[in-house]
């Protein structure tokens, strides 16, 4: 088994980052080194004092020291890093245009009265979780040893979660607004019309590359033939479309033909993308 240092190092860079800036932050609150007030996201503020810094701020803070911060930051460390090591291998730049569209979005939506928000880092978080049961909706997930389901179903339940334990509903539902936003425009519009609007700007890549962080260019991820779980017809965006699996008369399991592929950079969910039930 590998040291905590080990694992730590070994973790991506984009959501390594947001997940030690969250502790560190949520770490200072405790200490009291600062009052939350200094970070929230007061839009009176950001517009009378131009206190920009907190349209920024206040996505690193989930939440003082209890379980749910414990959850929230291990959300991160499992499906920020599935996804970031998944989907998006070796497309960094997606993945922080992921987040920043997902911040943006966030912030837009906290304009309006009914759904605003001094903190949005744990909507931030569900918009990960929702975009990760879009892309794995066929894992089965045990909640708390009670009950297993499909991962497609997972954000529901933990808002149904939040609800019993009497958390507020609203930054999850504006965590799950944000991600089916980032997944229609990458994946059900693209699929429907062959187009993508969304495409990550060529600013980020340069960001990526001028800090050099994960990888700089997209890479067509290399189809997996052995032992694929899914058996039914699974899409990806950018022209490849991948074809009823067939059985492998060598291995007995199941392959996936994949044509048409498009290496064109900038295309969200260029992996390997499943929908449930086909």
Wanted: proline residues 6%; hydrophobic residues 50%.
């Amino acid at each position: 088994m590998s040291s905590p240092a080990e694992f730590y190092k070994s973790l991506p860079p984009v959501s390594k980052a947001y997940g030690t800036a969250c502790l560190v932050l949520t770490t200072a609150c405790q200490l009291g080194l600062f009052d939350l007030v200094d970070i929230a996201l007061l839009y009176e503020l950001v517009f009378s004092h131009f206190q920009l810094w907190r349209l920024i701020t206040n996505f690193f803070f989930l939440g003082k020291f209890s379980i749910n911060f414990g959850i929230r930051l291990l959300m991160i460390a499992r499906y920020g890093v599935q996804l970031e090591s998944g989907p998006f291998q070796r497309r960094t730049a997606d993945f922080l245009w992921m987040m920043i569209f997902g911040a943006l979005t966030l912030l837009a939506l906290s304009l309006i009265p009914f759904f605003r928000s001094p903190f949005l880092g744990i909507s931030l978080v569900f918009m990960l979780l929702y975009i990760w049961s879009r892309e794995f909706p066929n894992a089965n997930i045990n909640i708390y040893g009670l009950v297993t389901l499909k991962a497609f179903y997972l954000p529901w339940a933990m808002l149904g979660l939040d609800v019993i334990f009497g958390s507020p509903i609203m930054p999850d539902l504006l965590g799950i607004i944000a991600g089916h936003l980032y997944y229609f425009l990458t994946v059900l519009h693209p699929l429907a019309t062959g187009k993508n609007f969304l495409k990550t700007p060529i600013w980020v890549h340069k960001l990526v590359m001028r800090w050099k962080i994960g990888a700089p260019t997209a890479t067509p991820a290399q189809p997996d033939n052995a032992g694929a779980a899914f058996r039914g017809r699974s899409y990806r965006v950018g022209g490849a479309t991948a074809y009823p699996a067939q059985p492998d008369r060598g291995s007995g399991a199941a392959t996936t033909n994949t044509v048409q592929t498009d290496s064109s950079s900038g295309v969200a969910f260029r992996g390997r993308s499943y929908r449930l039930g086909g």
